[in-house]
């Protein structure tokens, strides 16, 4: 397999001017019609070599990660005891808010 910066015949110091010339010229030498499976190959090449380092850094900004959560049981035992608190109601207390 060949590296990007080979198919598209320009060294890896390549300027973006340099890129680009270099893309449309192998766009010209196998065009879309004749090497349907050479320009997908090029142009794949050229957005590898265009985008440079960022993909892998947008890669790892999109990577789904698992979500590690650790509950301390004391806190749930309060949160419990508080919402316990909050929901008993008196017979009068409900007859009182709901007439």
């Known amino acids: 397999m060949t590296s990007p910066y080979d198919r598209l015949g320009i060294s890896p110091t390549a300027t973006p ?10 766009l010209k ?4 019609h004749r090497y349907p499976e050479e ?3 090029i142009r794949t090449a050229y957005e590898a070599v265009r985008k440079g380092d960022k993909s892998a850094a947008d ?11 650790t509950l301390d049981p004391t806190v749930l035992q309060q ?3 508080r919402a ?3 929901l008993e ?11």
């Open 17 to 26: 001017a340099e890129i680009k010339t270099a893309y449309h010229t192998k």
């Open 29 to 32: 030498e196998f065009p879309a």
């Open 39 to 41: 320009f997908k190959a």
């Open 59 to 69: 890669d790892f900004f999109f990577l789904i990660r698992p979500l590690e959560a």
């Open 79 to 81: 949160l419990r005891q």
């Open 84 to 86: 316990i608190t909050q």
């Open 89 to 99: 109601v008196s017979m009068e207390e409900m007859i009182r808010e709901t007439f």
